[in-house]
Structures are given as structure tokens and as C-alpha cells.
């Protein structure tokens, strides 16, 4: 038998809006050239020579280890049972803007979302790889009896911070159902559409191309 509580709980309903290629785009920082100045050991040669310094021997010198050195090498450092790998591809940030886009496909309407973010993934492990973003926007949020009546006593003051709140929890999900994808095959870590985003996609596309 249900509880009372169980028997009031109520389900919202959530209109979200996505965007698979946004407007705002990052770009890493170009690396930069160093100079043969600022290059260290690095000498003009117009300048006078140097007093030229003590060269390497060409001898390679390698000690033997002791027992006591033997047996510390051999043994493997103090293992850590916290630590484990991760792949740098895989680092994802979410950023929940303060002020809500407009989402309308064209400039005769406008169609302001309640909250709006991106989720932001690397494209790749090295540093001059460009992230991916996805777009999010939440546009709908169906209101309970209770919530309407919370609202009209005055408990819901700021439903923005509301709406963001619930935003981030979402592009969280979105976070993990973007690996979902990429473990299926759907997708590859140069992209960051959810599971169900990366499908609709590809039967939009094999609906094109039999088109």
C-alpha cells in the first residue's frame, strides 16, 4: 500500500530546447613561438664567442646498484588504492548563463528561454584540440497545483535561480548520456550529443539521404 506521500507526488513535464552547432564557439590559445633569444644556451653570432663550457663526457658512466639499491628499485613504489586513470578527452565542463537566449529559428519572432547553458567537452587529449559545445535551453516547466499555490503565498521568489538549477541537473544528465552514445558508437569524442540526441541525428540524416 502507497503512502500519503507517494500518493502526492506529482510529475512536471519539462520542455527543453537543443542545439547541436551554437553560435559561440571556443578556440584554444595559439601556442607561441619562443625567439632564439629567449631560447635558453642560445648565443648571437655576431656576439663575441664565450668562454665555451665544460662539455659532456663521451663516456656513459652508470653506476651499479647495491643490494640495498637493488632491492628498493625492484620493489614498486607506496601504491595509492584512490588513484585510477582518466582520459583528458573526457573533461566536460556546463556553464549556465545568467541571462536566457533567444531561441526563435528566425529574427521575425522572439522566444526567450527560462534558462539557457552549454555543455563543453574536449575534443581531444592534446591542448590544442577545439572543444565541442551543445547547446541547452530549458523552455517549458509545467507548475503542479502545489508549486502554483507555493508560488501565489510567496515561497517561490526567484524561480530563475529555480530554472538554473534545474538546468545544471540536466546537462549533467546530458554529460552522461553523451558517453551512453559514445560507448554505443554513435558518436566519436569530437562530439557531445546525448544518447537519444545522437539518434534522432542519424535517423534525420538516413531520412535525408533516402530523400
Known amino acids: 500500500m502507497s503512502s500519503p506521500k507517494e500518493r502526492r507526488r506529482h510529475l512536471s513535464p519539462v520542455l527543453l530546447a537543443v542545439d547541436t552547432s551554437p553560435a559561440l564557439q571556443l578556440h584554444p590559445r595559439p601556442h607561441s613561438i619562443e625567439s632564439p633569444e629567449a631560447t635558453p644556451g642560445a648565443r ?22 647495491s643490494k640495498e639499491q637493488g632491492s628498493a628499485i625492484a620493489t614498486p613504489a607506496d ?5 585510477h586513470l582518466t582520459y583528458a578527452a573526457n573533461e566536460a565542463w556546463s556553464i549556465v548563463l545568467p541571462k536566457a537566449l533567444d531561441v526563435a529559428q528566425t529574427a521575425l519572432c522572439i522566444n526567450y528561454a527560462l534558462s539557457s547553458g552549454f555543455l563543453i567537452k574536449r575534443s581531444g587529449p592534446n591542448a590544442h584540440d577545439p572543444p565541442v559545445l551543445l547547446g541547452v535551453s530549458v523552455m517549458y516547466i509545467s507548475t503542479s497545483g502545489e508549486e502554483q499555490q507555493d508560488s501565489t503565498n510567496g515561497a517561490l521568489s526567484q524561480p530563475h535561480t529555480k530554472h538554473k538549477r534545474l538546468l ?8 552522461k548520456l553523451a558517453v551512453l552514445a559514445e560507448i554505443r558508437g554513435l558518436q566519436d569524442e569530437t562530439k557531445t550529443l546525448p544518447w537519444h540526441v545522437a539518434v534522432a ?7 535525408i539521404a533516402l530523400s
Do not use: C, H, W
Open 79 to 83: 601504491s595509492d588504492a584512490s588513484a
Open 201 to 207: 541525428e542519424k535517423g534525420a540524416a538516413a531520412l
Open 44 to 65: 648571437d653570432p655576431t656576439s663575441p664567442a664565450s668562454t665555451p663550457s665544460a662539455a659532456p663526457s663521451p663516456f656513459n658512466i652508470v653506476s651499479t646498484p
Open 168 to 175: 545544471k541537473q540536466i546537462i549533467a544528465m546530458y554529460r
